[in-house]
């Protein structure tokens, strides 16, 4: 049981470029997320999505385009890099079961734009 | 929109004493949650603990343990004994009910000296 995985770790772009960051989950949750982290402002949430074949815009979509390929992956693309999009990006998912279940956490990419 | 405020960037505690980190929050729900993460250089994102609004009693995991006054909107971290371990980012978190995002708070770096 890996939880939640994420690829690449670490990436540098130049400004432009387009990539896609990987994520998936084997615990059989329904929600998924992608958040940045950039210092002093804590994470804030990109995308989610709250079941397969569904995505929903979060705090900064701009930029981001995501999608949910099936239940177990969530993937979250960059089209034109920018150096303002240099940040570390977290996937996260959580399950239903439990109402008010935490979110479980991949172990992030780092990613820088130049 | 909800928002959460953790007014201490940096806090240290030697080493088997005490500490507590500050978190207040501001929502006008009644039932929501709300987490603790820690965040070691790792960058790992690891739950602490978590609290429901509509319990009274607060929380505890082990040395750690949660001081919530829901009237004051208020939600500290308080940890016994501290371990050299215990020292990286703690983030505080929101959550309302059945809702996906979860709002954070900017952090608290804990030093942990010997």
């Known amino acids: 049981n890996a939880g939640v995985t994420q690829t690449p770790k670490f990436q540098v772009l130049k400004t432009g470029q387009s990539m896609t960051l990987q994520c998936a989950q084997d615990?059989?949750?329904?929600?998924m997320y992608w958040y940045r982290q950039d210092p002093g402002m804590g994470l804030r949430l990109i995308y989610y999505?709250?079941?397969?074949?569904?995505?929903d815009k979060g705090e900064v979509p701009n930029g981001y385009n995501v999608s949910r390929l099936n239940k177990r992956e969530f993937s979250l693309r960059l089209e034109s890099a920018a150096p303002s999009q240099t940040s570390v990006y977290f996937c996260?998912?959580?399950?239903?079961?439990?109402?008010?279940?935490?979110?479980?956490f991949g172990p992030g990419t780092r990613l820088t734009v130049t | 929109a909800q928002t959460v405020t953790q007014s201490q960037p940096e806090m240290s505690v030697q080493e088997a004493e005490t500490v507590t980190l500050s978190c207040t929050y501001d929502?006008?729900?009644?039932?929501?949650?709300l987490f603790w993460y820690k965040q070691p250089p790792s960058r790992q994102m690891i739950l602490v603990i978590r609290?429901?609004?509509?319990?009274?009693q607060n929380a505890t995991e082990n040395r750690f343990s949660v001081n919530f006054q829901k009237a004051a909107k208020s939600f500290s971290l308080k940890i016994s004994d501290s371990q050299l371990g215990d020292a990286a980012m703690y983030f505080c978190?929101?959550?309302?009910?059945?809702?996906?995002?979860?709002?954070f708070g900017t952090g608290t770096r804990l030093l942990v000296s010997p």
């Open positions: 999505s709250a079941s397969e074949g569904t995505t």
């Open positions: 996260a998912s959580r399950g239903e079961a439990r109402t008010g279940a935490e979110q479980y």
């Open positions: 615990m059989n949750h329904n929600s």
């Open positions: 929502t006008s729900e009644s039932d929501y949650y």
């Open positions: 609290q429901e609004a509509y319990k009274q």
């Open positions: 978190a929101y959550r309302n009910t059945g809702f996906q995002k979860l709002v």
